[in-house]
């Protein structure tokens, strides 16, 4: 429905601000995704201004790549925090 209503309100994906094509493209890689069972293979994208810049870039990310990031930050949190409890003695 939302990317419905996206098409219906440009007319075409080429009328579309940036920022709402990008949006159509993650919620299209979303559906393929899981319809084709490849969920982790899907494509996320970013449009965002690297550290030092204010000139915005595009990145993508296959969501597979994003969750394994999500993970070893989670891991390396829960590391720092157990050798931070065990140096203070909390």
Known sequence: ????????????????????????????????????GSDSERKVCTREAPTGSHRPVMTCRTYGQIETERRESERFMNSSKSRYDLNTGG
Do not use: H, W
């Open 1 to 36: 429905d939302e990317m419905m209503a996206m098409l219906t309100k440009y007319g075409s994906v080429g009328a579309m601000p940036d920022k709402t094509r990008l949006e159509l493209f993650n919620d299209q890689e979303k559906i393929n995704g899981l319809l084709l």
